[in-house]
């Protein structure tokens, strides 16, 4: 294929300008991972796991995204435990969301006015996603090893080649050894696969393709169960899973993605009502037209045309899930996804409906043009207002001001000399124990481990502690300081009891 000069240098246009827009965005998450300090579920690493313990589980928690952890801990241990290196596998599956979000939109889309709000739509649609490229969670690497994973699907059913098919399962087996729930996704791709070769019997291949299909969807299958039936088990057999929802897959997975992963900056509830109807219509207006569309093909007895197998595949890849997702809370009362667990949907979703309006107007692509155009604007525009600050996450917002609080404390000079006892709320467990050790050892003693509400015990210096439970602060204590919007209190013991209390000590 010949490419003019004039294409070349479109193309290289194009590609400078998604460039730019992915280096600011990387340049906005370190920003962001320097700033914001640790959060409640970051706080997991301990030196003392090994590798294997990593791997096996034992201990039985859901935070342990094995393959993140696996990654922190060597970044940790060949340079240093601080946020940078703690967060630092995250930042890379960003790094490789971006570059693969945009070699797939531009191989499904091709024409610059397509591809690049296309590529921006991906990367802003869903804010929660830039969330997770700047925290120590496993979500991050899932997301952006989902996306891979459908980047070698594409070209598997394009290209014919079995090696894009092995290497788009062992991309997916890396998302579900990121985080647990994406095993729904690991199961959605065989299916796929499947359910293409029983739709697109494709003239061009043969019996020797088919077998080669059902080896490597064995295999990986072989090697996913090898990798998580262990850990998996424990987290199952410790009740991890039951924080997920139990109301239905539009009550919990849509409306909790909607309000906790789009919306993050509005709860105008008319907004939300109308984003989930347009979801749900969209996906039944959609899997009619692509039925529609095979059925006329199958009634000519004609040979599918390559964009509507991409378009059915990429239904596909959304529709399955959801079934899955709503067989196994009927048959085995296994909980809805919601918000960070079901974040792939949203990519699922975006893809498919990007290339839906795509081939709609497949002879027309200035509509398509259009619609992804203005969708832009607003999309930016949520992501903008919910992104930019350096000051906390949304999901552990209650996080953001804890090492203030520490400093506070340290700085005042009735401290000066002397360790501090603090009772905290167990929400700020983590993060306090996490920050006190690292910055703020010799400051304060260990903090005691509780699940408890307030408690009236007077040797502590301070408590800080939620709005609720202000009620129950003892009348020695005087408010002192109050963060998070009010949302979390710190308290003081009377400087004159304190007083006499170290004099007679």
Request: proline share 2%; glycine share 4%; aromatic share 16%.
């Amino acid at each position: 294929m010949i490419v003019s000069p004039s294409q070349t240098k479109k193309l290289l246009l194009q590609r400078c300008f998604a460039l730019a827009i992915s280096l600011t965005l990387i340049t906005l998450n370190i920003y962001r991972i320097l700033c914001i300090s640790i959060t409640h579920d970051e706080t997991g690493y301990r030196i003392t796991d090994g590798y294997m313990d990593l791997m096996k589980n034992e201990f039985a928690s859901a935070n342990n995204h094995i393959f993140h952890s696996l990654l922190r801990k060597f970044f940790v241990e060949t340079f240093t435990e601080n946020l940078f290196f703690l967060r630092l596998d995250s930042l890379l599956a960003q790094a490789l969301f971006l570059f693969v979000s945009y070699k797939l939109v531009e191989r499904l889309f091709q024409k610059w006015w397509l591809v690049i709000p296309a590529f921006v739509l991906v990367n802003t649609a869903c804010p929660l996603n830039f969330e997770f490229w700047g925290l120590s969670r496993g979500y991050a690497l899932a997301i952006a090893f989902t996306i891979t994973s459908i980047y070698y699907l594409h070209a598997y059913i394009t290209r014919h080649h079995i090696k894009y098919l092995l290497y788009s399962l062992l991309v997916a087996i890396l998302a579900v050894y990121s985080n647990f729930s994406c095993i729904n996704f690991f199961v959605t791709l065989i299916n796929v696969v499947l359910a293409y070769r029983l739709l697109f019997h494709l003239s061009q291949t043969g019996k020797s393709t088919f077998l080669k299909e059902a080896l490597a969807l064995i295999l990986g299958s072989t090697l996913l169960a090898a990798l998580i039936i262990v850990p998996l088990t424990n987290v199952l057999g410790n009740g991890e899973l039951a924080y997920l929802g139990n109301a239905g897959f539009v009550a919990d997975t849509v409306t909790s993605l909607i309000k906790d992963g789009i919306l993050l900056n509005s709860r105008d509830p008319n907004t939300i009502n109308f984003l989930i109807y347009a979801i749900v219509v969209v996906f039944w207006v959609a899997g009619i037209y692509w039925l529609a569309a095979y059925l006329r093909i199958l009634k000519k007895g004609g040979e599918s045309s390559e964009s509507l197998r991409i378009g059915i595949t990429f239904y596909l890849l959304l529709a399955t899930p959801v079934v899955s997702v709503v067989l196994q809370f009927n048959l085995f009362g296994i909980n809805y996804l919601i918000d960070r667990a079901a974040i792939f949907f949203v990519i699922l979703f975006v893809l498919h409906f990007l290339y839906w309006v795509y081939h709609i107007s497949i002879n027309k692509a200035i509509i398509a043009a259009s619609v992804m155009w203005v969708l832009l604007l607003p999309a930016v525009d949520n992501f903008y207002k919910s992104e930019f600050n350096t000051h906390h996450t949304r999901l552990w917002w209650y996080c953001a001001d804890d090492m203030a609080v520490l400093k506070h404390i340290t700085n005042d000079p009735i401290n000066k000399g002397k360790k501090v006892k603090i009772w905290v709320d167990w929400s700020h467990l983590p993060s306090f124990k996490y920050n006190i050790s690292k910055h703020y050892k010799d400051n304060f003693f260990p903090i005691d481990e509780h699940h408890s509400e307030v408690i009236k015990d007077t040797t502590y210096d301070y408590y800080f502690i939620a709005s609720s439970n202000v009620p129950d602060v003892h009348p020695l204590y005087k408010r002192d300081t109050d963060v998070v919007g009010g949302g979390y209190i710190l308290f003081r013991k009377d400087a004159v009891q304190r007083v006499e209390a170290n004099t007679t000590e």
